[in-house]
């Protein structure tokens, strides 16, 4: 991957599904994270009360500014997600038991992904972006959510709604309210426009 004119572009996360939507958008970047406890900050934000775009984007923000302060002259993209169902939040479940019992909560009903994306440089926040796309699951039982798990493996513990609308999440979605790239990880048009407006994606290449 290249560096830009300005200043090379880093992204601050190891998710494939963003890694491959910014390669297939022709984006030239590296890849670099820096150790975030996730599950300790969703904590805190619980405590203090604050909302699920509120939380999604802090969560976003603490990945790239660790990743800022150590490439002050790179933009760094953060992003992350939080799934709000029920006035309850989802993150990456932590096991294929915390997986089904997420489905469970979920089946037949309807929950926000709240997508969020940042841009850092020097160690201060440039840009940021959030969405939340509405995602319908349909009635699930038991023995669905079970062979539904066990076909889709270790990318059952990659998102927080347990799909991928991409592959194998199709068989448990009924509807989808929102952008697609939003519900796979990253608000990707709002970003793309970002980037234009700065050079650091070429006019022919976007």
């Not at 709000?84 to 992904?113: F, M, N, R």
């Not at 796979?184 to 980037?195: E, I, N, S, V």
Request: net charge negative; charged share 20%; with cysteine.
């Amino acid at each position: 991957m290249l560096s830009t004119p300005e200043g090379k572009i880093i992204l601050a996360s190891r998710s494939p599904a963003r890694q491959s939507m910014m390669q297939s958008a022709g984006i030239r970047f590296t890849t670099t994270t820096a150790p975030v406890d996730e599950e300790a900050l969703r904590e805190a934000g619980l405590a203090e009360g604050i909302n699920g775009v509120d939380m999604a984007t802090a969560l976003a923000e603490a990945k790239a500014l660790r990743v800022s302060m150590m490439e002050p002259g790179a933009f760094v993209i953060g992003s992350d997600q939080l799934l709000e169902c029920d006035s309850v939040w989802y993150g990456k479940p932590a096991s294929t038991i915390d997986a089904t019992q997420t489905l469970l909560a979920l089946s037949g009903k309807t929950h926000q992904l709240i997508t969020a994306a940042v841009v850092f440089q020097g160690g201060r926040r440039i840009w940021h972006h959030c969405e939340s796309p509405r995602v319908s699951i349909r009635n699930l039982d038991g023995d669905t959510i079970e062979q539904y798990l066990k076909a889709l493996g270790d990318d059952a513990l990659a998102t927080p709604g347990i799909y991928k609308i991409e592959d194998r999440g199709a068989q448990i979605l009924s509807r989808v309210d929102g952008c697609p790239y939003a519900v796979m990880g990253m608000p990707l048009l709002h970003l793309m426009a970002f980037l234009r407006e700065r050079g650091l994606v070429p006019e022919g290449e976007a």
